[in-house]
């Protein structure tokens, strides 16, 4: 199993400004993932973060917007840009335990309010 | 786009069994089937999963069809905490993606 913190847990950002949301993960992992969490709605993938390389964005979302940096194995960082009331969600850190099956952890989230 | 489809709300009488449904028809073969439940926006939790056969563990139980285009994940003995929305997803290759899930609620 993997043991994920993140921080802040919550903030209230006003709009045009930036939060950087770190992940740290108790163990050495190859992928960390981050995804999104719209009021209401389910998970969305934002990107795939390799140690040693650019992440992988999804459809929809760019560098500019959520750039992330993977300095280590255990650690991770997603920010939040330019921020307008529509970012306004919960952002998970995941890491995927073993990928031949994949079981995947989640962190417990930064609920972020942009105003 | 998500590949599974599942009720938007159930319900459940506490004590009693929760069977919730998952579709997936467009399902491949090295894909497996997860379930993981989100708890009032904490982090999802691991339930179980499969890749052809039943499984259980010590929280629920899997059914996956034969022709593995749907499965079942049972809670034997639903209590109020299982009141969540449990997602039902289909992993390959470091790829994991959510549907909308299906908000169960458990009532006394």
């Known amino acids: 199993s993997a043991v994920i913190s993140q921080k802040p847990s919550r903030d209230i950002c006003q709009r045009g400004t930036s939060l950087t949301i770190q992940c740290q993960v108790d163990s050495q992992v190859t992928m960390m993932f981050w995804y999104r969490q719209q009021p209401g709605q389910s998970l969305t993938l934002i990107a795939t973060a390799n140690q040693g390389s650019e992440a992988t964005y999804e459809s929809g979302f760019v560098i500019d917007k959520f750039p992330i940096s993977r300095p280590n194995l255990t650690f991770s960082t997603l920010t939040v840009s330019n921020m307008s009331p529509e970012d306004s969600s919960i952002y998970l850190c995941?890491?995927?335990?073993?990928?031949?099956?994949?079981?995947?952890?989640f962190g417990p989230g930064t609920r972020l309010t942009v105003l | 786009d998500a590949k599974t489809t599942q009720p938007t709300s159930m319900d459940c009488a506490e004590g009693r069994a929760a069977n919730l449904p998952c579709n997936h028809s467009t399902i491949s073969g090295n894909e497996y089937v997860y379930w993981y439940r989100q708890i009032h926006s904490q982090g999802p939790q691991y339930i179980i999963h499969g890749l052809k056969n039943n499984e259980t563990n010590e929280m629920a139980s899997l059914i996956i069809t034969e022709d593995r285009k749907s499965s079942t994940l049972i809670l034997p003995h639903a209590t109020l905490r299982d009141t969540a929305v449990y997602y039902c997803?289909?992993?390959?290759?470091?790829?994991?993606?959510f549907g909308a899930g299906t908000r169960l609620t458990v009532k006394p």
């Open positions: 997803t289909l992993y390959n290759n470091n790829d994991m993606r």
């Open positions: 995941s890491v995927v335990g073993d990928p031949t099956w994949g079981q995947f952890f």
